[in-house]
């Protein structure tokens, strides 16, 4: 069983920069791939930025890429996602989720969820 813990959302303004956490309860978190998800109103959840288990893969949407990034410490049972340039598009609640090993696309193959954390750029 893993429970994540979603901290660091806010207001910004287009520009600007928030930094992400996800913490982690468990011993196995270092076994499980992290994804940070986004949700706008009235859209799907998708994923912006994945991490492997060890660190050593990462994925980004096109929308991020360049301006997000997403790292992990094992031993402090947290994955951070880095935002730079936020545009108002990036405007979401955003969501961090846990999986064994492998990063994946696809939401539902996700196991854990935190309970979400709402960015908000202004412009």
């Known amino acids: 069983q893993v429970q994540l813990v979603e901290s660091g959302g806010g207001l910004m303004q287009a520009g600007g920069s928030l930094r992400l956490s996800c913490a982690a309860s468990?011993?196995?978190?270092?076994?499980?791939?992290m994804g940070w998800f986004r949700q706008a109103p009235g859209k799907e959840r998708d994923l912006v930025a994945g991490?492997?288990?060890?660190?050593?893969?990462?994925y980004y949407a096109d929308s991020v890429k360049g301006r997000f990034t997403i790292s992990r410490s094992n031993a402090k049972n947290t994955v951070y996602l880095q935002m730079n340039s936020l545009k108002p598009a990036d405007t979401a609640v955003y969501y961090c989720?846990?999986?064994?090993?492998?990063?994946?696309?696809?939401?539902?193959?996700?196991?854990?969820w935190g309970q979400g954390t709402q960015v908000t750029v202004s412009s």
């Open positions: 989720a846990a999986r064994l090993h492998t990063i994946s696309l696809n939401r539902y193959e996700y196991n854990y």
């Open positions: 468990g011993r196995t978190f270092s076994s499980y791939a």
């Open positions: 991490i492997s288990w060890n660190g050593g893969s990462t």
